[in-house]
C-alpha cells in the first residue's frame, strides 16, 4: 500500500537521527531492549535485527501517540500511513501485547527521554485532525436511530467486499473446526450445522434469527432442516442480498430493530454475534425479549464475543473504526443476565481457539485479495481491516477475547425443559405430554 505523510517541516537531527533519541523511550517502555526495530522517516533505525520493523513515516505519527498514547493513537497513525510494518503484521503486534510484557508502562525517566525526543524532532504541538474514517455517531446511545447508524458503518460498507473477504455463505462469525483438515467453508458449515443441532431443528419449526447477517444460518435451517425462519437485520444491504438468498424458501427477511418484533411464541432463536451491539445497560431488556419471543421449552442459542473483567466494552479502536457501540463482557456476566431473564442455561461451549484459526483464515484471503480490496474501498479503509484482522486475531489468540455458544432454554409452567436427558442427544427434542414441538 501506499502512505501519506504529515507537510509540516522536519528538523535537522543530530547523529544517529531519529531512531537515536527514540531508543531510550522504547528501552523504558518495554523494560529493556526492544522486541521490535524501529526505523524512523530520516532513514536512521534501531532494534534487533530481523524482527518486524516499525516504520515512522512523519513526526506526525508521534505527534498522534503523545495526545493519545496506546491504542487509539497507533491505530490513527496506522491508518493514515504515518506508521507502517515492514514484515508480518501480526507478529509485531505479538511481539508488542506479548504476555506480561512491560510495554505502556511510563517511568519519569522514560517520559523525560520522551519528552526530549518529541521537542528536539518537532512533534510537539497540536495532533493532525482524526482520519476520515473514523466513525462519529451522534444522539443518545442505542437509540434505534443510532444502533442503525452504527450497523450501516460496519455491514453496509459493501456486500462486495465481505463477498471478497469471507467464505461464499458469508458467514462472518466464528467458525467450528470439527475436523483439523476443513477449510474455512466447510468449517462454517459446520458451525452451522452445530447451531441447528443444539437448537433441535425439525421440519416446519420457527427460527428466528437476530441478526441474520447476509443470511446464511436462515437458508441453511430452512434448506438442511426445514425451518421456518424469520431473520432481522438492521443492514439495508444485508437485507437485499440475504432475500435474494432466500427465494423459494420459507424465509422472511426483516429491516427491524429486536425491540421492535412484536410476533412471539417461535420454537426457538439464534443470536448469532449480534448481542455485543446491544450494549451494555440494554443487555437484561435483550435477554428478557429472548424469553419472551420463544414459546414454553423454546431453546435460544446465543454465540457471543466476551473480554475479560479488567478490560469491558469493544477497545478504542474496534469502537471507532469497526463497531461503534459495541460491549463484550465476561462469559459468566451474560450467563448471569441471561439466567436473570428466566432462561435456563443448559451448555456453554467455549470457541475461542477456533475463533483463531477463522480470523487467520480471512486474514489470508483478504490479503490475496488486497489489490481488489484496496480499489473497492480505498486505501485507508483497508489498512483499518488490516489491522483489525491482525489484531482481533491476536486479542483470540492471548485469551483476551472470547467467543462461546450459550445454549439456554425457556421452561414451561411446570419448570420443565424439554431438554433430552443425553448430553449426546441434544440435537433430539424430549417427548412433549402435550404433544407439541
Known amino acids: 500500500m501506499t502512505t501519506r505523510t ?9 547523529g544517529g537521527g531519529a531512531a537515536r533519541l527514540l531508543r531510550p523511550v ?22 534487533p535485527a530481523g524482527a518486524p520493523a516499525i516504520v515512522l513515516r512523519s513526526p506526525d505519527a508521534l505527534r498522534r501517540l503523545l495526545h493519545r498514547p496506546g491504542e487509539l493513537g497507533l491505530a490513527r497513525a496506522y491508518v493514515t500511513g504515518e506508521l507502517d510494518v515492514e514484515g508480518d503484521l501480526t507478529d509485531a503486534l505479538r511481539r508488542v501485547w506479548a504476555p506480561g510484557r512491560r510495554g505502556g508502562r511510563r517511568s519519569p525517566a522514560t517520559l523525560l527521554a520522551a519528552a526530549r525526543a518529541l521537542l528536539v524532532l518537532g512533534a510537539a504541538g497540536s495532533p493532525p485532525p482524526a482520519p476520515p474514517t473514523e466513525v462519529r455517531l451522534t444522539g443518545r ?37 470439527e475436523r483439523p483438515d476443513m477449510d474455512l467453508e466447510q468449517a462454517q458449515r ?7 443441532h443444539k437448537l433441535g431443528l425439525r421440519p416446519g419449526m420457527r427460527l428466528l434469527d437476530l441478526g441474520c447477517g447476509w443470511g446464511a444460518l436462515a437458508v441453511h435451517a430452512a434448506r438442511e432442516y426445514g425451518a421456518h425462519v424469520t431473520g432481522i437485520t438492521l443492514s439495508r444491504q444485508q437485507a437485499d442480498l440475504a432475500r435474494e438468498r432466500a427465494a423459494g424458501l420459507p424465509i422472511e427477511i426483516r429491516l427491524q430493530h429486536y425491540r421492535d418484533i412484536g410476533d412471539g411464541d417461535f420454537d426457538a432463536a439464534a443470536s448469532i454475534e449480534m448481542g455485543e451491539h446491544v450494549g451494555r445497560r440494554n443487555y437484561p431488556a435483550f435477554a428478557a425479549a429472548l424469553h419472551r419471543l420463544v414459546r414454553p421449552r423454546g431453546r435460544v442459542l446465543v454465540q457471543q464475543m466476551s473480554r475479560g473483567a479488567r478490560a469491558p466494552g469493544g477497545g478504542a479502536f474496534i469502537e471507532r473504526y469497526i463497531a461503534p457501540d459495541m460491549h463484550m463482557r465476561p462469559v459468566g456476566d451474560t ?16 470457541l475461542r481457539e477456533h475463533y483463531v484459526r477463522t480470523v487467520r483464515e480471512w486474514q489470508k484471503t483478504f490479503e490475496a485479495r488486497l489489490e481488489e480490496i484496496v480499489a473497492l474501498v480505498g486505501e485507508e479503509t483497508a489498512r483499518v481491516w ?35 436427558s443425553a448430553r449426546a442427544d441434544l440435537g433430539s427434542i424430549a417427548a412433549d405430554p402435550a404433544g407439541r414441538l
Open 386 to 420: 488490516r489491522l483489525y484482522l491482525a489484531g482481533g486475531g491476536l486479542a483470540f489468540e492471548q485469551g483476551r477475547m472470547g467467543v462461546d455458544q450459550i445454549l439456554t432454554v425457556r421452561p414451561d409452567a411446570g419448570g420443565r425443559s424439554g431438554l433430552p
Open 6 to 14: 504529515g507537510s509540516r517541516p522536519r528538523p535537522a537531527i543530530g
Open 190 to 196: 459446520a458451525k452451522l450445522d452445530l447451531v441447528c
Open 335 to 350: 450467563v448471569a443476565i441471561l439466567e436473570d431473564a428466566g432462561l435456563e442455561v443448559a451448555d456453554v461451549h467455549g
Open 141 to 177: 446511545l442505542h437509540t434505534r436511530a443510532r444502533d442503525r447508524a452504527a450497523i450501516a458503518h460496519h455491514y453496509d460498507l459493501s456486500n462486495d467486499f465481505y463477498a471478497l473477504v469471507l467464505d461464499p455463505r458469508m458467514v462472518y462469525s466464528c467458525a467450528y473446526w
Open 26 to 47: 522504547l528501552d523504558g517502555m518495554f523494560g529493556g531492549a526492544p522486541p521490535i526495530r524501529l526505523r524512523a522517516w530520516d532513514g536512521s533505525q534501531t532494534g
